[in-house]
C-alpha cells in the first residue's frame, strides 16, 4: 500500500487569516488614516518647528509692547497724579460762585471750565469715595490751582476759610425791600430768596408768634440796622436770622412791659412807632417827633382828631417817591391820611435811637412840626394855624 506523502508536507497558510491583534505582534503598527466628515481620508502631518530667529523676534516684540504699554500707563498715572495733587500747575486765582440749587455735576463742569482740574471722571471718582458732594456748600469761593482735589472739596465747605465774606453795613431806617435789594446788590443772597424765606419760614420769636407768615413784609421794621458779616452766597434763612436775633439782643431788656394782653402798646406797636420816628427825624428830635405821635394817638378829639397824617407812609405806599396831595387817597391801612392811628406796621427798619425814642417820648403839647429849609431842623406847634403860618413861611415844606 504506497505511503501519503500530504502528511509529510508543512502546513499552507491560509488565503483568509483571521485578524490578528496589533498588540501581539512585534512590528511597528501604522497609523491609521483618519476619516473626514465626506469620507476622504486625512493624514496629520507634523508641525514645522519654528525657528530660533523667529521666537527671538516674537519676545522682541512682546517685551516692546509691556513696554510701551507700561510706558501709556506711567503717563496716564501721573498725568492724573499731577491733577489730583495740584502739581505742575500754573498758579491762578478763581472766584467760584456756588448757589443753593446748583448740582454736583454742575459744580465739576464749573470746576473743569475754570481750569482747576482737568480729568472731570477722576474728580468723581475722588468724590465718589470721599463724599465730597455732601460737604460742599452754597458760597462763593477763592480757590487757585494750585489746590489738591482734597483742598478743593474742603475749600467749598460751609466751614471753609476760602469762603468769602463781606461786610455790609445797614442804614437805619431802610425799608426790608431796600435792605433785600442791598444783600442782593453785594452777593449774598437774592431778592427772591430773602422774600420766601421771610414770608414762609417760621422763626422762633415769640414776638413773631402772633404775625401770620406768608407776606414778606411780616418782618418789616425787625430787620435791626447794623454793619453784618456776611458770607456770599450765604442761605437767606440765616442772614435774615442774623438781624432778628441782633433784634432780640438789642430789645431784651424792654420786651417784658410789652407782652401780655393789658398794654396798651405792644412790642409791635413800639415797633411800628420807631419806624415812623427813623423816617421823620432830622436826626436831633427823635423824642420831639415821638411825642408828636403819642400827643395824635392819645388825643382823638384835637385838631388832628386821631389822624397821624405822616408823609413818610406815603412814601412807603408810593415806591419811594416825594408825595403827592393825590397820594393821600391811596386806599391802604398804611395811609395815615385815611385812616386813624396807627398804620398797619412798620414802615422801615429803625436804629436803637427810635426804638428808645418810642419808648420814652419827650413830654411836650406839640401835635405838628415843619422842616426849616434853612436849618434843616423841625420846628413844632401846637395848633394848626401856628403850624400853616410856619408852612407857608417856608413854601409848603410840611413836615
Known sequence: ?????????????????????????????????QQRADGQSRTHRPRKRRSAAA??????????????????????????????????KEYVSIEVIIDDDTQFSDVVDLLEEKGLIQYKFLFKLYAQFSHAADKIAPGTYELNTKMDYHALVSSMGSSSATRQEADITIPEGYSIDQVFQLLDDRGVTSVDKL????????????????????????????????????????????????????????????????????????????????????????????R???????????????????????????????????????????DSPYNTYLY???????????????????????????????LNPETKRHEYTRTYAEHQALVERYQGNEG
Open 340 to 370: 386813624q392811628g396807627l398804620p398797619a406796621g412798620p414802615i422801615s427798619n429803625p436804629g436803637m435811637q427810635s426804638l428808645l425814642a418810642a419808648m420814652n417820648p419827650e413830654n411836650t403839647n406839640y401835635y405838628f412840626y415843619v
Open 195 to 286: 422774600r420766601d424765606m421771610a414770608a414762609n419760614w417760621d422763626y422762633a420769636f415769640d414776638w413773631l408768634r402772633d404775625i401770620p407768615l406768608g407776606d414778606y413784609h411780616r418782618l418789616e421794621g425787625y430787620l435791626f440796622p447794623d454793619t453784618y458779616t456776611f458770607q456770599l452766597g450765604e442761605n437767606p434763612k440765616y442772614v435774615i436770622n442774623k438781624m432778628l436775633v441782633n433784634f432780640d439782643a438789642k430789645m431784651d431788656e424792654y420786651m417784658a412791659q410789652y407782652a401780655g394782653d393789658e398794654v396798651q402798646y405792644s412790642l409791635h406797636d413800639i415797633v411800628t412807632i420807631a419806624s415812623l420816628i427813623e423816617k421823620e427825624t432830622d436826626s436831633t428830635d427823635y
Open 55 to 88: 521666537r527671538v523676534a516674537g519676545g522682541f516684540l512682546y517685551i516692546l509692547l509691556v513696554i510701551g504699554a507700561s510706558a501709556i500707563l506711567a503717563t496716564l498715572g501721573w498725568l492724573w497724579a499731577c491733577d489730583l495733587l495740584g502739581l505742575n
Open 1 to 33: 500500500m504506497a505511503e501519503d506523502n500530504r502528511a509529510h508536507r508543512p502546513a499552507q497558510p491560509s488565503r483568509n487569516p483571521s485578524p490578528r491583534d496589533p498588540s501581539q505582534s512585534g512590528q511597528p503598527q501604522r497609523r491609521q488614516p
Open 288 to 330: 420831639n417827633i415821638s411825642s408828636v405821635i403819642y400827643n395824635r394817638l392819645e388825643n382823638p378829639t384835637a385838631e388832628t382828631a386821631g389822624y397821624l397824617q405822616i408823609d413818610a407812609t406815603l412814601v412807603y405806599l408810593n415806591g419811594g417817591k416825594t408825595p403827592t396831595l393825590a397820594d393821600r387817597n391811596i
